[in-house]
């Protein structure tokens, strides 16, 4: 998860033409980053586990598409 963060934050910064982030695991600063990420993905997982009843998830298929519907109990 930590490591698509740090990819989709990437191709955000990249598609306002703004500098790609620096992927050199030798940088302090990469490592700095990828710590945060990590950090942000252990939270969001344990969120999860503890308020599971918190987010439903209800999927349905038309002819078209699927549509999933996620409602999220805010605690």
């Known amino acids: 998860m930590a490591e ?3 990819q ?3 191709s955000l910064m ?3 033409n703004l500098p790609g982030l ?3 695991a030798s940088q302090q600063t990469v490592r700095d980053r990828r710590r945060f ?3 942000i993905a252990r939270g969001v997982v ?3 586990q503890d ?3 918190a987010i439903t998830t209800f999927c349905q298929h038309n ?3 699927p549509v999933t519907e996620i409602d999220v109990d805010y605690r």
Do not use: K, S
Request: net charge negative; no cysteine.
């Open 4 to 6: 698509a963060i740090e």
């Open 8 to 10: 989709e934050l990437d």
């Open 14 to 16: 990249r598609a306002d």
């Open 22 to 24: 620096d992927f050199n």
């Open 37 to 39: 990420f990590v950090a």
């Open 46 to 48: 344990r969120h999860l």
């Open 51 to 53: 308020n599971h009843a």
């Open 63 to 65: 002819q078209t598409m």
